[in-house]
């Protein structure tokens, strides 16, 4: 196995009970789905659940759908986060209007990849600065500020910022990929 390979046992077993305020939170997520392996595992602690769920950004903000998403996968496929990038891709990557040749650039590609708008570009650019330096440049700074809002700005960068802290999560804890998610196998160019 390697590095980023997931085993199908979880290093946390999922809460065997829930407490009914996370159950009704988890409800309002899922819209009668089961829920996730990662709810159901924050869910063994409520307090660490709560400040989880506090921090979420999929809520009608300062960015579009589309332009969330392209944050979302790009994060969680620079992290080897499979369990993460294969939910959003198959929750969201439609209603984002995702095409295959998007998904494969964000998850093996790059923002010089023909499929994308200056605008997207940008994005991608922003998701890889933060990766891979934890900050952004003056150059790219301009740019982000060429097609979004200071609010949005921020949003984005804490948007990014939330979902490497979920990468973190799903990979550290070996969790299952849940049934119907996206592979990374699926989009390997």
Known sequence: MTRYEIDSTPRIAPATELDPEVEAAITVVMRGNPPLVLFTTLA???????????????????????????????TTALNHAEYEWGVHVATYGGAADLTRDQIVSLTTGGPDDPCWTEAEATLIRLADAL?????????????????????????????????????????????????GAARFADYAG
Not at 51 to 60: I, N, P, S, T, V
Not at 133 to 144: F, G, I, N, R
Not at 159 to 178: D, H, K
């Open 44 to 74: 063994r602690d409520k307090r660490l659940f709560g400040k989880f769920f506090a921090g979420g950004l999929l809520d009608r903000g300062h960015l579009s759908l589309r332009q969330r998403e392209v944050v979302i996968a790009r």
């Open 131 to 179: 990766h891979h330096e934890a900050t952004v440049d003056e150059l790219l700074w301009s740019t982000l500020r060429e097609h979004h809002s200071e609010e949005a700005v921020l949003e984005l960068l804490l948007l990014a910022g939330f979902y490497r802290t979920t990468s973190y999560l799903v990979n550290a804890l070996s969790l299952p990929l849940e049934p």
